[in-house]
């Protein structure tokens, strides 16, 4: 796990938070990609792959609300700054047995990345993979949300290895 000395900057000299100014930080082009998956029995995966649940097609609305909850993560997220989008993209792809992976692609030219955005559309989309699917199995787990990779900024490029 990739740890840094960096001091916090979201508390001001009260030690009360605060949103960080960004106000001398240079525009850049960001992007940032970050994947979840969703733990299911082999029955529920095969029911969203052929679109046979009641609900409607489960990975239509998952990626709606991915897109949807990138596009609000401010109002989720306290601290956040609201950021003009320039892209959102949801993907899935499943290993054929009981999981389903959702990757998430955000980017934005600003002062400040779109990490949280990207980890909300994938959590976003996941909560919503339950909710579609709820009837048939509650037992679903979502996990393994994280940051695969950033680009652009002050701190350079990330990778998750």
């Known amino acids: 796990m990739e740890r840094t000395n960096e001091p916090l900057t979201h508390f001001n000299e009260q030690g009360r938070a ?3 100014d960004v106000t001398d930080k240079a525009v850049t082009a960001r992007v940032a990609v970050a ?3 969703v733990k299911m029995a082999p029955e529920t995966l095969r029911r969203i792959r ?9 990975l239509a609305v998952a990626q709606i609300a991915g897109i949807q909850a990138a596009k609000r993560t401010a109002d989720w997220i306290p601290m956040c700054h609201p950021l003009p989008l320039t892209g959102v993209d949801i993907r899935f792809a499943d290993d054929g047995a009981d999981t389903l992976t959702i990757t998430a692609e955000v980017k934005t030219t600003g002062r400040t990345g779109v990490e949280m955005e990207a980890l909300t559309a994938v959590s976003a989309a996941a909560l919503t993979v339950y909710d579609m699917c709820k009837a048939l199995q509650k037992d679903m787990v979502i996990g393994s949300v994280s940051l695969l990779s950033k680009s652009g900024g002050k701190s350079g490029d990330y990778v998750r290895l």
């Open 35 to 37: 994947e979840g998956q």
């Open 50 to 58: 052929e679109r046979s649940v009641a609900k409607g097609d489960v």
């Open 18 to 20: 605060r949103m960080v």
